[in-house]
C-alpha cells in the first residue's frame, strides 16, 4: 500500500559507495513513455527538477541523486569538472549477452500485505539461451508522488557475478527474502507506489533492454480538455489517439492501483515464453496473483478482429444485459459479476465505455461519472458480436490465478472468460439497477431487483426477437460445478427458463452431472402416512422416531425428481427441504413407497425399513401438533396437503386408507374422516380416510406400515399368527361356510353360558382360508340381509387375532362363554355368542357379511326345530348342499359332558355322524 513503508526516508537514499548520474532526457520508447518531457519535468530549456529538501535544484544536463543535498551538489561539481578536464569519459557498456529485447519484465509487486519493505519486487525474464551476469546494469524506478514526476536509479555492481539463467524469470527486490531472487537492491530505489508506477533495465547511458510504465507518470489515462467535450486516449502501444465525446465536465482517469498483496503480471502463452513485443503491449497486463520467480499463470488472450475489418463504436440496442450476480456469498462486490450480450456484426470497440449501478436525476443531464470505465488494463476492449460477454470482480473466478495452469490460463467465472475485471461497481442487492453509457449516451439498462444470497438474477434474452419488458428471475444453475449449490446462474451461455430447477447426480467421469429437474405434479406425489407422535423411549417421547410416508402413483408416467422439493409442517410455517443434501439427484419410480425421517440409520430412526431408502431430513422431530402437512414443488406449487388427520395415539402412526390410492382422479382433501371419492367410471364411494395404523414395526412396538401399502381404512383387518403381519381380511362368499351343529338348550341353570354354535368350511380343497373377523351371527331376525348389526354381534370383535376358518379343517365352535364351555367340556372355542340367545323351541340362525350402506352378504342360515334338553341339533354326516330338513338330535352315542349332575350331547370341533348312529367325522 502507497505510504506503507516505516522507513521511507531510509529508503529514498541512494548508496554511498557509487554515484549514479540519471540523464533526464534518455531515449524514451514511445510506446512507454508517451511526451517524456511533460512527463519528467522537462522545461523548454531543456534543464530538469532535482528535489532536494522540498525544494527543486536545476542542472543543464543531469540530475544528481545521493544521500543529502550538500553531497549531490559537491558530487556534481567534482563530475563536472572531470568531465571537463578530460573532455567526456566513454559510457559504460551493456553487459556481455545484455540487449534490447533479451531481458523482459514480467510481473511488479509494489504493494505487499502488510508492511512494504523488504517485501517489494519485480520480476524479470530471460528470453536468451546463455546464462547472463547483469552487473552493469542500470534499473530506473520512475513514480509521480503528488503529481510532480520523480526517477531514481541503481547500479547492479559488486565483485561477484550476478547471474540470470537462460530461460529462467528472476526477482530483484528491496529484501533478500523474495523467491527466485538475483539481486536485492535494498534502500537504493526507495519505495515502490501503490499506484503509478514505471521501471526501467538501461544500459551504456542510452540503451534501453526493457521498460514498462503505468499510471499517473507515463501510463494509460484518459485525459479531457475542459474547452472540449471530448476525451483524449491513447492506449500506450504506439497507436494514434483518438478522442471519444463523453459530455462530462470533468476530467476522466483510469490509472492502475495495485490492490494489496496482487502483482500486476505479464501474460503468459502456453506455445511461446514472454517476449518484448507481448509486454509492450498494456492489453496483456493483468492483477494476478504473486508469482515471484516462476512463470505467470494467468494468459492474455484478447480476441483480434479479423485483417481488415474495423471495429465500430457501441451503438444503441447493441448491449442487452442478461444476467446480474450482485449478492455472492462472499468477497463483497470483488466477487460480482455482470453478463450481457452484444448484439452486434464483427467487433464493437468499448473503450470509453462506462458500467454505472446510478443514472443521472434529470434524464437530459449528462451520463453520471464514477463506476467501471472501459480499459485494457482490466480485460480487452474489442468485442465480437453475437456472444455473451462476462465481467467479473478479482474474486469471482473459479479459481485463484496461481491455481490456473497454461492449459486453462484464462481468467473465467462459470467457464465463461471475463472480458473486464469489475472495478469501482458495487452492485446493489435490493432494486438493483446498472446502466451502460457511451459518447454521454445510454445503452443499455437493467433493473434486476432483489437478488438472493449466491443466486444471479437472469432473464429470458432471444436474440433478433422483439424487446419486451423484461421478466427477471433467480437463476438455479450450479455455475461453479455440480457439487457446488452456493453459487448459481449461467455466466456466458444462454440462460434457463424461469421456473427451472436443478440438481447433480454422478457423471462418467466422476464429476457431479447437472441435470434438469423433473418433479411430481399436483397429485401424482400423495401423502400417505405419518408418525407424529412416536413412541416413548426410556421414559420420554424421542422425536428422531418421527417420519411420514409418501406415495408416487403407480398412474404416473415415468420416474420424478425429489430434488428440490420442499415441505410444511404447520399452517402459517415457512417451507423446508424435503431432504438433505437437496440437490442430490434422488428420483421416485412410480408406485414407490418414499420414507422421510430424522436419520437413514435404523438405530436412530426407531427402526424403520428401508425398502427404497429412507430420506433423511434436514431437522429434527415433526411437532405437527395441527395434524397439518403439505408438499411443494421447487417453485412452490402444491403437491399434496393434509388439513387434519386426527389426534394420534402415541406410538400409533395414521394411514391414509388404500381405497383412497385406488382411485384415479386427484381429489381433495378435507378436514372430514370421511369423504366421497369418484373413479372413472364416474361412481361414487363414501371412505374413510385417516384411521390408525396396525401393523407393527421396529424394536418399539411402533405401529404402521412405513415403505409399504397401507391397508383400507374402511375394511377388516386381522393379525395373521402364522404369517405374523396385519393383512385385510378375506370374508367368506354366500355357501363358504356352513352352519352344522347348535347346541340351544342347556340344562340346569345359567343354561345360556353353556350355549354354543359350529361352523365347518364349504370350500375345495385347493382354496384358501376364510376369516371370520368381521362376520357376525344373526338370530331370530326374519331379514338378517338388511338388518342392523351391531359391532358386538361381530365373532372377532374385541380380537386381533385373524379367525381363520380353512379346506380340510376341524370345525370351529363359537361359544357364549369360555368359561362355561370349560366346565361341561366343548374344548377350544371363539367366545362370538355374547348377548345372543338360542332359542330352544327353535328360531332362525344366519351368518352375515355386513357392507356399510348396502345389504349384508348372506353366507348361511338355518331354521332349527325344538331341540331336546342337553343336546345338540345337527347337520348329519353327508353332503353339505343338505337343507334344513336333514338335521337331527345328536345321537346318544355322542356325550361330551357332564356337569353339576347335568349330561351335554354333541360333537362340538368335530364332525358330525349320521342322524341313525355311526362314528363322528
Known amino acids: 500500500m502507497q505510504g506503507n513503508n516505516p522507513n521511507r526516508a531510509e529508503a529514498n537514499a541512494a548508496p554511498t559507495s557509487s554515484i549514479d548520474l540519471v540523464k533526464v532526457t534518455p531515449q524514451l520508447r514511445p510506446n512507454r513513455f508517451p511526451n517524456p518531457g511533460k512527463r519528467w519535468g ?76 523488504g517485501k517489494q519486487w519485480f520480476e524479470v525474464y530471460n528470453t536468451g539461451a546463455t546464462d547472463l551476469d547483469l552487473r552493469g546494469l542500470k534499473i530506473y ?66 540503451v534501453e533492454i526493457d521498460s514498462i510504465c503505468f499510471g499517473a507518470p507515463c501510463g494509460l489515462e484518459f485525459e479531457q480538455s475542459p474547452a472540449r467535450d471530448v476525451v483524449a486516449y491513447s492506449e500506450g502501444d504506439g497507436a494514434e489517439s483518438r478522442e471519444i465525446a463523453t459530455g462530462n465536465t470533468t476530467a476522466d482517469r483510469a490509472p492502475f492501483e495495485f490492490p494489496e498483496g496482487s502483482s500486476l503480471a505479464l501474460g503468459a502463452r502456453a506455445e511461446t515464453p514472454p517476449s518484448p513485443v507481448d509486454s509492450s503491449d498494456l492489453r496483456n497486463w493483468r492483477a494476478a496473483t504473486p508469482t515471484p520467480g516462476a512463470p505467470n499463470h494467468w494468459a492474455y488472450d484478447c480476441p483480434r478482429p479479423p485483417e481488415g475489418s474495423h471495429p465500430v463504436p457501441p451503438a444503441a440496442g447493441m448491449i442487452h444485459v442478461t444476467e446480474v450476480f450482485a449478492n455472492p456469498p462472499e468477497g463483497g462486490k470483488r466477487a460480482e459479476w455482470l453478463e450481457f450480450y452484444l448484439e452486434a456484426d464483427g467487433f464493437v470497440d468499448f473503450k470509453g465505455v462506462r458500467v454505472t449501478t446510478n443514472e443521472p436525476a434529470d434524464p437530459d443531464s449528462p451520463a453520471p461519472g464514477g463506476g467501471h470505465l472501459w480499459s485494457p488494463l482490466h480485460g480487452c476492449t474489442l468485442l465480437e458480436g453475437g456472444r455473451y460477454h462476462v465481467m467479473a470482480g478479482k474474486q469471482a473466478l473459479d479459481v485463484a490465478p496461481a491455481e490456473r495452469s497454461a492449459s486453462s490460463p484464462w481468467p473465467k467465472v462459470g467457464g465463461a472468460r471475463v472480458v473486464q475485471s469489475l472495478t469501482k461497481v458495487s452492485l446493489a442487492n435490493t432494486d438493483g439497477e446498472v446502466f451502460f453509457w457511451y459518447a454521454g449516451q445510454r445503452m443499455a439498462e437493467a433493473r434486476f431487483g432483489s437478488s438472493l444470497e449466491g443466486r444471479s438474477r437472469e432473464r429470458v434474452f432471444s436474440p433478433g426477437a422483439p424487446l419486451d419488458e423484461p421478466q427477471w428471475c433467480d437463476s438455479a444453475w450450479p455455475y461453479r460445478g455440480g457439487g457446488d449449490w452456493s453459487h448459481r446462474g449461467t455466466p456466458g451461455r444462454e440462460n434457463t427458463p424461469c421456473g427451472s430447477h436443478f440438481c447433480a447426480r454422478p457423471g462418467e467421469d466422476g464429476e457431479p452431472e447437472v441435470v434438469a429437474v423433473e418433479p411430481p405434479a399436483p397429485g401424482e406425489l400423495v401423502i400417505t402416512e405419518v408418525m407424529s407422535n412416536a413412541p416413548a423411549v426410556d421414559g420420554r417421547k424421542d422425536s428422531h422416531h418421527e417420519w411420514f410416508e409418501a406415495h408416487l402413483l403407480a398412474t404416473t408416467t415415468g420416474p420424478r425428481h425429489l430434488a428440490g422439493l420442499r415441505m410444511q409442517r404447520r399452517r402459517n410455517e415457512r417451507t423446508r427441504p424435503l431432504y438433505d443434501p437437496e440437490f442430490l439427484c434422488r428420483t421416485a419410480q412410480p408406485g414407490d413407497w418414499l420414507l422421510f425421517a430424522f436419520s437413514d440409520d435404523p438405530e436412530l430412526n426407531g427402526g424403520l425399513p428401508r425398502p427404497h431408502g429412507v430420506f433423511e431430513l434436514p431437522y429434527g422431530g415433526f411437532t405437527m401438533d395441527d395434524g397439518f402437512l403439505a408438499l411443494f414443488t421447487p417453485d412452490g406449487t402444491l403437491l399434496d396437503q393434509v388439513n387434519s388427520y386426527g389426534r394420534t395415539t402415541e406410538g400409533v402412526a395414521t394411514q391414509l386408507s388404500s381405497a383412497v390410492l385406488n382411485y384415479d382422479t386427484p381429489h381433495e382433501w378435507n378436514d372430514e374422516p370421511r369423504f366421497v371419492i369418484e373413479n372413472r367410471e364416474g361412481d361414487t364411494q363414501a371412505v374413510q380416510a385417516w384411521c390408525p395404523a396396525l401393523s407393527s414395526y421396529g424394536p418399539h412396538a411402533a405401529r404402521g406400515t412405513p415403505g409399504a401399502p397401507n391397508l383400507p381404512c374402511d375394511r377388516c383387518h386381522c393379525y395373521h399368527e402364522e404369517r405374523e403381519r396385519w393383512i385385510e381380511v378375506v370374508p367368506p362368499e354366500p355357501g363358504e361356510v356352513r352352519f352344522s351343529e347348535i347346541f340351544a338348550n342347556a340344562p340346569g ?173
Not at 508522488?145 to 555492481?157: D, K, L, N, V
Not at 537462460?166 to 523474495?178: K, P, W
Open 141 to 206: 524506478f520512475e513514480t509521480a508522488p503528488g503529481g510532480r514526476p520523480t526517477q531514481r536509479r541503481h547500479t547492479i555492481a559488486g565483485p561477484a557475478p550476478v547471474i540470470l539463467a537462460a530461460g529462467a524469470h528472476g526477482t530483484f527486490s528491496d529484501g533478500t527474502e523474495t523467491p527466485g531472487l538475483v539481486w536485492s537492491y535494498g534502500h537504493a530505489l526507495g519505495s515502490m507506489p501503490a499506484a503509478g508506477l514505471g521501471v526501467r533495465l538501461m544500459c551504456d547511458g542510452e
Open 42 to 117: 522537462i522545461e523548454d530549456d531543456g534543464r530538469g527538477e532535482i528535489p532536494c529538501f522540498g525544494r527543486p535544484m536545476r542542472s543543464a544536463l543531469y540530475t544528481v541523486q545521493s544521500s543529502s543535498c550538500r553531497a549531490r551538489l559537491a558530487l556534481l561539481l567534482m563530475t563536472l569538472a572531470a568531465l571537463s578536464c578530460a573532455g567526456g569519459a566513454p559510457l559504460q557498456p551493456c553487459p556481455e549477452g545484455v540487449a534490447p529485447g533479451v531481458l523482459v519484465l514480467t510481473e511488479l509487486h509494489p504493494n505487499p500485505e502488510g508492511a512494504n519493505t
Open 749 to 921: 341353570p345359567a343354561c345360556r353360558k353353556y350355549e354354543w354354535i359350529e361352523l365347518v368350511a364349504n370350500l375345495d380343497p385347493e382354496d384358501s382360508e376364510r376369516h371370520l373377523n368381521c362376520a357376525a351371527l344373526v338370530i331370530n331376525d326374519p331379514s338378517p340381509t338388511s338388518a342392523a348389526v351391531a359391532t358386538s354381534r361381530l365373532l372377532g370383535a374385541g380380537r386381533e387375532s385373524c379367525v381363520v376358518i380353512a379346506p380340510g379343517q376341524d370345525p370351529l365352535v363359537v361359544c357364549a362363554d369360555e368359561e362355561g364351555a370349560d366346565r361341561t367340556g366343548v374344548g377350544p372355542c371363539l367366545p362370538g355368542l355374547r348377548d345372543n340367545l338360542l332359542v330352544s323351541a327353535g328360531s332362525l340362525v344366519a351368518l352375515v357379511v355386513p357392507r356399510d350402506g348396502e345389504e349384508n352378504v348372506l353366507v348361511d342360515e338355518v331354521e332349527y326345530g325344538p331341540v331336546p334338553d342337553g343336546r345338540a341339533w345337527m347337520l348329519p354326516l353327508g353332503d353339505m348342499a343338505l337343507g334344513d330338513e336333514a338335521w337331527c338330535p345328536v345321537p346318544d352315542d355322542y356325550l361330551y359332558g357332564e356337569y353339576a349332575g347335568k349330561r351335554f350331547y354333541g360333537t362340538p370341533g368335530a364332525h358330525n355322524p349320521s342322524c341313525v348312529g355311526g362314528e363322528a367325522r
